[in-house]
């Protein structure tokens, strides 16, 4: 895919309000091929001192944009997830982090519910 395709990729996913979703095992496959993936939990602090996957920082979903810009570049790969799969904040935080700019949000399919189901560690 040629950075023409994947700019009207984004440009469309913009416009559709969709973001991308990922699931816990290519999430993990990236980390483990050491791709820099900048990891977003949009959980309440006592949430996130539970256990959380190792590099995440922990985000309120009310100040996910504003932590993210003092923080990230626009261009950088971010994955944002919640602590559970039926919770929408990490969905809407995404979704706020690609309308301010971000063009490589993804969403962890699931939350940190699927990724400990699926046998990859937390850390505390």
């Known amino acids: 895919m040629n950075t023409h395709d994947r700019l009207s990729k984004v ?5 559709s309000g969709n973001v ?7 999430l993990n496959r990236k ?5 820099i993936v900048k990891l977003i939990e949009v959980s309440e602090p006592d949430e996130f001192r539970q256990g959380h996957i190792n ?4 985000v309120h979903l009310g100040s996910a944009v504003l932590v993210a810009a003092s923080l990230y570049r626009p261009y950088e790969q ?9 919770s929408i904040a990490g969905q809407a935080a995404a ?3 690609q309308k301010s700019g ?23």
């Open 55 to 58: 590099g995440s920082i922990n």
């Open 11 to 15: 440009r469309l996913r913009d416009l």
């Open 20 to 26: 991308a979703a990922i699931s816990p095992a290519e």
């Open 95 to 97: 979704r706020e982090l």
């Open 31 to 35: 980390l483990e091929n050491g791709e």
């Open 102 to 124: 971000f063009q490589n949000v993804l969403v962890l399919t699931g939350g940190k519910e699927a990724w400990r189901k699926n046998g990859f560690l937390l850390v505390d």
């Open 78 to 86: 971010l994955a944002v997830y919640a602590p559970k799969a039926s």
